[in-house]
């Protein structure tokens, strides 16, 4: 169901010239947002690249609803959705506005389900651990889109190509989750487990082939899938992200490793 267009919302992010990249990053642990090492280092030097976008539109994959929502609050709060970390974490904020015109753009343009409007939800830590060191002043309004825990993979690819036109906004979309995302099997060392590797190659594979129908029966993909992505929370925004690609739009891959036994960083960057 197609919404009714607000003119506000169309007049505050007219089309331009330039279509802005698409960025799936790997953020991994929370303690990220209060550390400096090479993925950090790499999501700030990959925001130098980019021109400055008018807005954030985020997938994070701590976000899942029934239905799709968005958040459309002026000033999200910084949500703390973790146990066990450091004090430092806890105390952080990511004061960044929010954008309810944005908020309404997007559920004008979506045809594929109802979005709805959600006033009250914040900014969880799979977008600000990332946003704070991608745009540190917390000057960018941010949004978020919920992934529909109900909805199959196909769902959330054929989501995201609905959301092609913001990318001529001036909208940022950034896609936050991790390839491999093993849990039960994350060891505290900087080490990898050999079938997490095999699962990551095999999806770098398939986004440079641009073999998109595998990517989104992943479940198919062997053994390595059902150790690599035992829920699908973490692979979901990845879909959002191919689902976002033009034909001759260049892929780079801005982090690459398999780390904690189970956890994949691998960021990419599409347009």
């Keep these: 169901m197609r919404s009714e267009v607000n003119p506000q919302s169309q007049m505050a992010f007219p089309d331009g010239e ?58 999200p709060e910084t949500i703390h959705d973790f146990f066990g970390f450091p004090d430092e974490l806890y105390q952080m904020k990511y004061p960044a506005p929010g954008s309810p015109s944005l908020a309404h753009l997007v559920r004008e343009t979506v045809h594929l389900s109802e979005i709805r409007l959600n006033t009250a939800r914040g900014l969880d830590h799979g977008t600000w651990s990332v946003l704070c060191k991608m745009f540190p002043k917390a000057d960018i309004p941010v949004i978020q889109l919920s992934l529909d825990s109900s909805r199959e993979p196909a769902f959330h690819h054929a989501l995201g190509r609905e959301l092609r036109s913001l990318r001529r906004k001036g909208v940022l979309i950034v ?18 487990y050999d079938w997490a590797l095999e699962f990551d190659e095999k999806i770098r594979n398939l986004i440079l ?6 990517l989104i029966d992943y479940q198919s993909l062997g053994p390595q899938a059902r150790l690599a992505a035992p829920t699908n929370e973490h692979y979901l925004p990845l879909l959002y992200v191919l689902g976002l690609q033009d034909p001759g739009d260049a892929i780079a891959f801005y982090a690459d ?3 904690l036994g189970s956890i994949s960083m691998r960021s990419i960057k599409i347009g």
Aim: glycine fraction near 8%.
């Design 18 to 75: 330039f279509k802005m990249p698409v960025l799936f990053v790997g953020h991994g642990s929370p303690t990220n947002a209060i550390e400096h090492n090479v993925f950090t280092r790499a999501w700030a030097k990959m925001i130098e690249s980019l021109p400055q976008p008018n807005a954030v539109l985020c997938v994070s994959a701590h976000w899942e609803t029934v239905g799709t929502e968005v958040t459309a609050t002026d000033q």
């Design 257 to 259: 490793q398999v780390t």
């Design 209 to 214: 082939a641009g073999d998109h129908q595998s």
């Design 175 to 192: 896609g936050s989750g991790n390839i491999v995302h093993n849990l039960r099997s994350v060891v505290w060392q900087d080490t990898a």
